[in-house]
């Protein structure tokens, strides 16, 4: 059974940080591409920032260069985002993708959000 469980969620101030982390199980995580996405309020789901099985990294989003840093343990089959210098604009729910085989799986989401 694939099974993704994001945490590390929380509400902060602005210009706090914040390490979100994906524990990925049943699924073949060390040969997986995975990410994380986010959907605010009203808006669709956007990509955040991917790494590859290899921890090459595509581009981050625009909006979170310089502020967020991806990245995966293969022995812990967990992702992490670090998130520094959080905005008001940063408060989604954060959610964790593997891709494994052609196959897409999405965790439950955890919750940030930045106050002013």
């Known amino acids: 059974q694939e099974r993704l469980v994001e945490s590390g969620g929380d509400s902060v101030q602005a210009g706090g940080s914040l390490r979100l982390s994906c524990a990925a199980s049943?699924?073949?995580?060390?040969?997986?591409?995975t990410g994380w996405y986010r959907q605010a309020p009203g808006k669709e789901r956007e990509k955040v920032a991917i790494?590859?099985?290899?921890?090459?990294?595509?581009p981050y989003a625009d909006s979170v260069k310089g502020r967020f840093t991806i990245s995966r343990d293969n022995v812990e089959n967990t992702l992490y985002l670090q998130m520094n210098s959080l905005r008001p604009e940063d408060t989604a729910i954060y959610y964790c993708?593997?891709?494994?085989?052609?196959?897409?799986?999405w965790g439950a989401g955890t919750q940030v959000t930045v106050s002013t």
């Open positions: 993708l593997v891709i494994t085989f052609g196959q897409r799986y």
């Open positions: 049943g699924v073949t995580f060390r040969n997986a591409a």
């Open positions: 790494i590859d099985s290899d921890a090459t990294t595509n």
